[in-house]
């Protein structure tokens, strides 16, 4: 008894090869379709925070963090569907991280620092004008003092 071989697989049709490429493409026309979708509904979204910052709303306003939420969702909504991972994504739409910024408030300290740090250069610009005036005056009066005797 001789034991059975198994038939070689044939190679693909040509018909075969056809509808693999259609499929591809069709997948491919669908995933383009649906990144496209994505891009414009995140550039809305970049828009509408736009007009917010441009209305001097402050970081930290609850409608950032809702355009945010919103952003975020619709981003792990489309990586889910199209097994894409969320930080090539984040990669190719650097202002999310604008955004994202903009949902956290500025540190209380940082108006003191601010205000202080305005201060501080006053007076030393001060003390720098007094310095640089007195050392012009010193040299004018040594070059007279010079010339006259």
């Keep these: 008894m001789s034991q059975a071989r198994p038939l070689p697989s044939l ?5 075969d090869r056809a509808v693999d490429k259609v499929v591809i493409s069709f997948k491919d026309w669908r995933f383009n379709r649906a990144k496209a979708a994505l891009e414009h509904e995140l550039a809305r979204i970049v828009e509408t925070a736009s007009g ?15 355009l945010y939420q919103h952003a975020s969702t619709t981003i792990d909504a489309f990586c889910a569907k199209h097994r894409v991972e969320r930080l090539s994504i984040e990669r190719d739409a650097p202002v999310l991280r604008e955004l994202e910024h903009l949902t956290h408030p500025p540190p209380p300290g940082a108006a003191a620092v601010k205000g202080l ?12 004008l007094g ?18 005797h």
């Design 11 to 15: 190679p693909p049709t040509l018909f």
């Design 131 to 148: 310095c640089a005036s007195g050392l012009i005056s010193t040299g004018y009066y040594w070059m007279v003092s010079l010339l006259v």
């Design 117 to 128: 740090g305005i201060v501080v250069a006053t007076v030393l610009g001060a003390i720098l």
């Design 52 to 66: 917010h910052q441009a209305k001097h709303l402050p970081p930290g306003s609850p409608a950032y963090v809702a």
